[in-house]
Structure formats: C-alpha cells, structure tokens
C-alpha cells in the first residue's frame, strides 16, 4: 500500500510509518484509559489514570481538589506549580476558562466562575489539532506516531521549534481561528515546559503531556514552583 503519492508533494515531505504494528498491538485502535506508543506499549509507568479518559487525565492535575470542577485559581496555582511565573500564569488560567468553560457545563447557562468539568473536557476540543485526542478524549496512538515521522526531521523523536512551528501550521483547518491560536499555544507552551538543553521537545514529554504526567513530574521538580519560566 502506498502512502506517498507523486503528485501530491507534501505526501512525500511528511512521511507516516508503516511499522507500528510491529512495536505496537492496534495502533489504529483509540485507547481510553492509557497514552501509548512504540517506546511506552503500556502508557506511562506508574501513572494512575483514575478510570479517567486521556483528555480528562491531562486536565485532572489542575483539579486540585479533586472534586471533578477546575476553577481558574486552581488552573493559576498549577501553572504556578510547574514553574511559569506569576504574570503568565495568570493569562493562561484567564484565557483557559474564558475559552473552555462554557462548553464543560452540564447545562445550558454559564458558569459565573468560569469553572471547568472534567467529565465534559471532551467537548471543548478544538480544531486544527493533532487528532491525537479523538472526539471523546480517547488517545489515538497512530497519530500521535505521526507528528513524529512527519516533521520530526533534525532529531528523530524530537521537535525543534520551528518543527513545531511547521507542525502546528500544517494542522490548520480553514477558517478555524480559535484552533489555529489554541493549537500554536499549546505546542509552544509545552516546549518551553519540557524543552531540553539543546532546545528540542522529545516524543517522551510530548506523550506524557498528553497523560497529564508531565505536570506532575515538573511540580515535583520545582517543589511547588520555586522556579519559574517567563
């Protein structure tokens, strides 16, 4: 079977792997409870997912109470946590809950506290994304794969900033300006998270972002935010 098409140059530019099967059992197949990969089969070692959908387990850290509700001081208090300063940290719990909490009620009229539901976080999904996430939040283990085959060129497994970039472009969907803003964010925000000494984001932090590990992995390290990232 062909997965490149003379024609159709960017085909051949973005390159999709045809031996996941052999690493990885399904890789076709959504998985809802586990973040799963050719290195990581079984998803994160360790990591309690709670009975918790992937998206609903990348959310869940920022529910510090645990009470199923995210509330904008406890997405501010988690980004604090993982070491953004005090400034950013603001914006984004701010523009998090002015995007995302409307379309997590579970009835009709808005939330005068912009709080967030995690049993509903699927449904402020948005456009012009990886597709990693499917539309009930399960993890979708081919396409994660192929962020990395397709522009992962410098560094296998890893994505510079402009891989990111050309990512994040690539993804677009016309006409979808809310996506395009939100998936550029959430990339970039993630590479000055996890980015290594040589400036690349790997395939590792990339996918337990996904589980919602990487945020607790950075909390430990910073100790509750002693470090900050502009």
Request: with cysteine.
């Amino acid at each position: 079977m062909a997965t490149e098409a003379p024609k159709a140059p960017a085909t051949c530019e973005r390159r999709i792997r045809v031996d996941l099967e052999e690493k990885l059992p399904k890789p076709y197949l959504a998985r809802a409870l586990e973040a799963t990969d050719t290195d990581q089969p079984n998803g994160t070692p360790g990591h309690n997912n709670n009975g918790m959908s992937v998206l609903q387990q990348h959310v869940a850290f920022f529910d510090q109470d645990k009470n199923g509700i995210i509330y904008p001081w406890e997405t501010y208090r988690g980004f604090r946590a993982v070491g953004f300063n005090l400034i950013l940290s603001f914006l984004l719990a701010t523009g998090t809950h002015g995007l995302l909490s409307y379309r997590t009620q579970p009835g009709w009229l808005p939330s005068p506290l912009f709080t967030i539901y995690i049993e509903n976080i699927h449904k402020s999904k948005h456009g012009s994304d990886s597709a990693t996430y499917d539309t009930e939040g399960r993890f979708m283990p081919v396409n994660f794969e192929n962020i990395f085959s397709k522009y992962a060129k410098t560094v296998p497994d890893k994505l510079s900033f402009k891989e990111i970039w050309h990512m994040t472009e690539a993804n677009r969907v016309a006409n979808d300006f809310v996506g395009w803003f939100m998936a550029k964010a959430e990339w970039i925000l993630l590479f000055i998270l996890a980015r290594d000494h040589e400036g690349f984001l790997s395939k590792e932090d990339a996918r337990r972002c996904f589980d919602g590990s990487l945020f607790d992995y950075h909390a430990k390290m910073n100790k509750g935010g002693d470090s900050k990232r502009s």
